[in-house]
């Protein structure tokens, strides 16, 4: 669990920093004339912060999920009677 908080934790960090970056380009672009660009350039970091952090968060969940996965009962599949159908 302390590895995956540490990732988690490294996740949001990285996320945040990319996030403010793109608020204030984004600001930067509003306010000062002649850096328009500068407006549509922070709304995608800003995105692309939130989708990075999407994703970091979905594989350690998909970590976690998957490391519980093997507890449980093993799933035998029933051999057929010859002529039965399979369900």
Same mark, same amino acid.
């Given at each position: 669990?302390?590895? #995956?908080?540490?990732?988690? $934790?490294?996740?949001?960090?990285?996320?945040?920093?990319? !996030?403010?970056?793109?608020? @204030?380009? *984004?600001?930067?672009? !509003? @306010?000062? $004339?002649?850096?328009?660009?500068?407006?549509?350039?922070?709304? %995608?970091?800003? /995105? %692309?912060?939130? *989708?990075?952090? !999407?994703?970091? /968060? *979905?594989?350690?969940?998909?970590?976690?999920?998957?490391?519980?996965?093997? #507890?449980?009962?093993? /799933?035998?599949?029933?051999?057929?009677?010859?002529?039965?159908?399979?369900?």
């Amino acid at each position: 669990m302390v590895g #995956r908080e540490k990732v988690l $934790n490294a996740i949001a960090y990285i996320g945040l920093t990319i !996030l403010m970056i793109g608020i @204030l380009s *984004f600001i930067t672009g !509003l @306010l000062v $004339n002649g850096f328009s660009a500068l407006v549509a350039v922070g709304i %995608g970091i800003s /995105v %692309g912060a939130v *989708f990075i952090f !999407l994703i970091g /968060v *979905f594989l350690v969940v998909t970590d976690e999920m998957l490391e519980k996965s093997n #507890r449980g009962t093993k /799933v035998v599949p029933m051999k057929s009677k010859e002529g039965a159908p399979i369900q």
